[in-house]
Structure formats: C-alpha cells, structure tokens
C-alpha cells in the first residue's frame, strides 16, 4: 500500500511541475527566423489594435498567411527636434525614430545576440511607414520582477544575459534601455529587448562605462571584428554616417574598457562563455 501511494504521489508530482511546462511549449509554436521575417513582410492584418501604455502610440498586430498566425508590434514614431526639453533634461539633436528598432535588429545579427532582439522589418502598416516587429511572449518585465521581488532560477545565466544587455545598451547609446519595461523576461527566463527608438546617439564616448563589468568571450570577439562597412551596408538604410560612426567609436571605447579590465583582474574574472 505504501508503494502505491508512492508512486500516486510520483504521478501527482509529475503532473504538477512537468504538465504545465509541457502545455506551455506547445501552446507557443517555434517557428524559424526565415518563418517570422516572411510573416512579418507579407502576412495580411487580421487584427489591429493601439497600445494604451508608452508614448510612442504603437500597435498590436495580428498577422496571417493562412498557415502561420502571430503578434507583431508595429511602431511608425519619427520624431527629430534640434532640442527637446525631457523628464531626465534637455537633449539636442533629438530623435525617437522606428527606424532604430530595424538598425538594432541588424547589429544585434551582426555581434551574434539577435536571440535576445525581436525580428524586426520595415513595412507599411496603419497607412504608415515603420518598424514591424515578433511579437515576443514574456511573462512579466524586469521593472515588475523586480517590483515583486522575484528571483531568476537560475541567478548565473540571467546575470550574463544582463552583461550582454548593458554592453549592447552602450554600443547603440540607448537613452531608454534602462526603463526595465523594455526587457522583457520569456517563459524559460531569457531576456529580450524590445523599444529602441531612442538609441543611436551620435556621441563618441559611452554612457554609463561603470556598468561594464562583464562580457560574453564571443560578444567581445564579435564586437573586436566589428567592421565599419560591413556595418554601413547593414544598418545605413536606417542609420545616417554620423551615427555609424558613433557606433564604431563607442566599440573602440568597449574593447578598450574590457581589455583594461581583463589586464588588471585576468580573463576569469570578465570574460564568460
């Protein structure tokens, strides 16, 4: 009786932790960056509805092909002042464009970490020109894990996800990125980042370098063979030649700030695989 009983508590078990995550897998399809670029290009509006939260006055769009229905969020935002008058200051030479969004995608392609940025594309939605990205599934963001006080289940792989966030936050100069409603926590824990209409600065030096404690070996080694027309012929349909450049300085600024590191504290206390 006693091993019965066993064994329906193994069952329950079961049922209870591996269910679930089980359910959830198969309620969210995967499907190939091929499938969702298609999709996003081509795929008729089923649904469109504007998102009350953000400023940016954004949608949510349902796309389908017949086959493959999703999310995508759509923003057209395209806004530049000489000077504009902010909750953190003034800034000159301000911009909050979609055409960001589509650039950061791009450069995330090109230093390998485009797991942790939407797909995004340029399409005409709404009547309007802008960025058209997946539609990422999350279950909370980081302001509210963090407002609730959550722990990660596994401290050590959301801590480099971290680390790739802050060094990709400084190369793309992200005045918004800190705003913990732009990343995003997946159901398995991993982090995207979404919303990057006011990045690309076209300053030379880097925001916050303090941040800059850890780096991803083969982020670092991506970022050192970062090469300025490589980057041009993928991002200056949406960056200007001042903003590329910015980009290129701030990646000289990163190498140099992790190889001093590396020089005083050894590779095994900054670098991680």
């Not at 609730?148 to 992200?174: C, G, R, W």
């Not at 030379?204 to 982020?219: A, E, Q, T, W, Y």
Request: contains cysteine; charged residues 25%.
């Amino acid at each position: 009786m006693r091993t019965h009983r066993g064994f329906r508590a193994f069952q329950l078990a079961f049922i209870l932790i591996i269910l679930p995550t089980f359910c959830r897998a198969q309620e969210q399809p995967q499907f190939t960056v091929e499938q969702q670029r298609e999709l996003l290009l081509n795929g008729k509006i089923a649904k469109s509805k504007q998102l009350e939260v953000g400023v940016t006055r954004s949608y949510k769009l349902t796309l389908s092909d017949g086959a493959i229905t999703h999310d995508a969020h759509f923003q057209s935002i395209n806004e530049r002042q000489g000077f504009k008058q902010l909750d953190r200051g003034g800034e000159m030479n301000f911009v909050d464009s979609y055409l960001y969004n589509i650039a950061a995608y791009e450069l995330a392609k090109l230093i390998g970490i485009d797991d942790m940025v939407p797909v995004t594309v340029q399409r005409k939605c709404e009547g309007k020109t802008g960025a058209l990205a997946w539609w990422v599934t999350s279950q909370m963001t980081e302001g509210q894990r963090r407002e609730k006080k959550i722990s990660p289940p596994d401290l050590q792989s959301y801590n480099k996800a971290m680390h790739k966030i802050v060094v990709f936050t400084e190369l793309i100069y992200d005045t918004d990125r800190y705003n913990p409603g732009n990343i995003l926590i997946g159901n398995n824990w991993e982090l995207y980042m979404i919303d990057f209409t006011r990045a690309f600065r076209q300053h030379h030096d880097l925001k916050n370098p303090g941040n800059l404690v850890r780096c991803s070996r083969p982020l670092l080694e991506k970022l050192r063979g970062l090469d300025s027309e490589v980057v041009t012929a993928s991002l200056g349909k949406y960056l200007n030649k001042k903003e590329v450049e910015g980009v290129m300085k701030r990646r000289d600024k990163i190498v140099a700030h992790f190889d001093k590191l590396i020089a005083e504290k050894g590779e095994a206390a900054i670098l991680y695989e």
